[in-house]
């Protein structure tokens, strides 16, 4: 049976306010919600995108200055043999936006392409714009995104980072919240920790449990000095128990002799061959409560 509604009329408002073109986005895990007060409350987005702790950074930002195209199909138009016309099907949203990062942030990206999102919009009118879930909380709407590799394009170098945004219900668009914020997407753009490249110089050696990484400040090419052994995390690995970071020695100029064992029945050991590890730098404020730095992840498998 069809579920139709009953119309219900309804006054408009006095002031017309434009809501902007998009310039930029927010990418958060699938499922995250916000009360009305905290979707706007900079402070909740200062956690969630520079935390010192790991599992409370569920958000990112990216800005879009360099444009974006709507890509949302026409909805299709069904016409009967007697003239009669009427809507057939609700096309799903999407759209290609142009990232404005470099080219060492963008393929950092890629592996955000596996998994389910909820992306906030933001426009440069200074609205921040989601939708309601059916508990009544705000988030964002439910996407998948993709990113394209390959040669920079001859016609437009602007559009060189792209990034393809399919919403995945059209639903979420009859709920949505425009929320007026005090604070613009530059300044949460501002919360994002200064971008680390971390990369092997000499692959894990079994004897002495240890690998030489080097960690220089992104797109210069200048080493990071001064990390300490808290600085490096341990996000994931297939060892047999618990597998961390024990201490680490700074040679200078960004480079370091991390020592990485895993805790096998109450005694340190090295990691095996076939075990893996993945690894992450970052650095935090005098406080500390928020990154001022944070790495690519760096996986390596002990041969």
Not at 241 to 251: A, H, L, P, T
């Amino acid at each position: 049976m069809a579920n139709c509604n009953v119309g219900v009329f309804s006054g408009l408002a006095d002031v017309i306010c434009q809501l902007g073109k998009i310039n930029g986005i927010m990418v958060t895990e699938k499922g995250t919600a916000f009360t009305d007060a905290t979707f706007i409350a900079p402070s909740t987005h200062h956690v969630g995108i520079a935390s010192i702790t790991t599992a409370s950074r569920t958000s990112m930002v990216y800005p879009m200055k360099r444009g974006y195209e709507n890509t949302t199909d026409d909805i299709t138009i069904q016409t009967s043999n007697l003239g009669y016309k009427e809507k057939d099907g609700e096309p799903i949203p999407s759209m290609v936006g142009m990232l404005d990062v470099g080219a060492v942030d963008y393929q950092t990206l890629q592996d955000l392409e596996t998994s389910l999102w909820d992306i906030v919009l933001f426009t440069d009118k200074k609205k921040q714009v989601g939708c309601k879930n059916s508990s009544g909380s705000t988030k964002g709407f439910r996407a998948r995104i993709a990113f394209k590799y390959g040669l920079p394009p001859s016609d437009n170098v602007q559009t060189s980072y792209p990034i393809y945004i399919f919403f995945d219900d059209s639903n979420e668009f009859r709920n949505v919240v425009y929320a007026s914020p005090s604070y613009s997407f530059q300044d949460l753009r501002d919360y994002v920790p200064v971008g680390l490249d971390m990369s092997i110089t000499t692959a894990y050696a079994t004897g002495t449990s240890t690998v030489i990484v080097k960690v220089v400040k992104r797109g210069t090419g200048v080493g990071l000095a001064g990390l300490v052994a808290a600085d490096f995390e341990v996000l994931e690995s297939n060892g047999t128990s618990v597998v961390g970071v024990v201490s680490i020695v700074d040679n200078g100029q960004g480079s370091y002799d991390v020592i990485i064992q895993e805790d096998t029945a109450g005694s340190a050991n090295a990691l095996e061959s076939g075990e893996y590890y993945i690894l992450q730098a970052s650095d935090e404020d005098a406080t500390p409560t928020y990154l001022t730095y944070l790495s690519n992840a760096i996986k390596e498998t002990v041969v």
